[in-house]
């Protein structure tokens, strides 16, 4: 008897613990009243070892919202909405987060309300902006102390539920490089190169983009700019390197001809579409030595001193046995 007691106290313990752990659940679990939507960006490097451009990415309300389970025949308006902002340089091949902050509207009825946002396509050259169209929708249920909006995100392609959208920065590197070849070929020699970078028409470029290598005495620029035509000197072994070129950007790479030299070329002109991109130059200078025999006749002259010797010999040979 007294051990049903015991369990019998047992099973009210448990059940009131449980009874009171639900109601903390069911407490944590009420919505609150949201003001604001937070948008995920994250900016991204599409190579290791480049350098994005500063960004703000933004969105804006496209059209009307629409309603429906509610009293209510118009959505009013999203509020404002912040940017997300990030400097030069922030993006990471593992991708840098910022927020974009979406204001949500009062509203008068419950219901549920939908709207289409976009991104703000930018001019960055490099940049791939978001493009597909982003959906949000707002709950507004009766809450305690007055209505609650609740809100979620989530792409229109997909009709997937999420709050982070990729932006990527992709750029690349050009070498360019001179090797000489051929037994006259001199390899202290600098040979000229003039080099051309054409931007995207409404695409906005750094003012310049590095330039490193090559050999101390060209004295070579340490920059080159979209649209100027830019003069370099190389020699055998050189290679110069040009830096965090935006995809999209196409170049033209010439060479000075110069006497004596036949030139072949590995890599045409092109566009920047990959983490790097090489256009190799070969010179190559032969000519004859002069060592004071003619190199030409001397297997006949060989030939013809071997038959004068053999001659030589049998006629020797001959006499003597004449004599004998």
């Known amino acids: 008897m007294k051990k049903t007691k015991k369990l019998l106290a047992c099973l009210i313990a448990a059940a009131t613990m449980f009874t009171m752990g639900s109601t903390a659940f069911a407490a944590d679990t009420t919505p609150t009243d949201q003001e604001t939507v937070t948008v995920k960006k994250v900016y991204m490097l599409t190579n290791e070892g480049t350098t994005s451009p500063a960004e703000t990415f933004t969105l804006e309300q496209v059209g009307k919202g629409s309603v429906s389970d509610s009293e209510a025949t118009t959505a009013p308006d999203l509020g404002t909405i912040t940017g997300a902002k990030f400097a030069k340089g922030a993006a990471t091949v593992d991708g840098t987060t910022g927020n974009i902050t979406v204001a949500l509207p009062a509203y008068d009825n419950v219901g549920i309300y939908e709207y289409t946002l976009r991104e703000v396509a930018g001019t960055k050259a490099g940049v791939n902006y978001y493009g597909n ?12 102390n007055g209505k609650l909006r609740i809100a979620a995100v989530h792409t229109e392609s997909t009709g997937k539920k999420s709050d982070s959208f990729v932006n990527t920065y992709s750029a690349g590197t050009l070498d360019i490089s001179k090797t000489v070849e051929g ?75 110069a006497a004596g030299y036949t030139t072949t070329r590995n890599g045409d002109d092109s566009t920047v579409n990959a983490a790097d991109q090489k256009v190799e130059f070969t010179n190559t200078r032969t000519g004859d030595v002069d060592t004071g025999v003619n190199l030409t006749t001397l297997p006949y002259i060989l030939v013809f001193a071997g038959v004068i010797v053999i001659a030589g010999a049998a006629f020797i040979t001959r006499r003597r046995k004449f004599e004998d």
């Open 133 to 144: 169209d982003i959906k949000l929708k707002v709950t507004v249920v009766n809450g305690t």
């Open 183 to 257: 037994n006259l070929g001199d390899k202290d020699k600098y040979f000229e190169f003039k080099v051309t970078l054409r931007g995207v028409e409404g695409k906005t470029y750094e003012e310049s983009y590095a330039v490193t290598g090559g050999s101390e005495g060209a004295s070579n620029p340490t920059s080159i700019k979209i649209g100027e035509e830019t003069t370099f000197k190389l020699k055998h072994g050189d290679t110069i390197s040009i830096k965090n070129l935006p995809y999209g950007v196409s170049y033209t790479v010439t060479e000075t001809a």
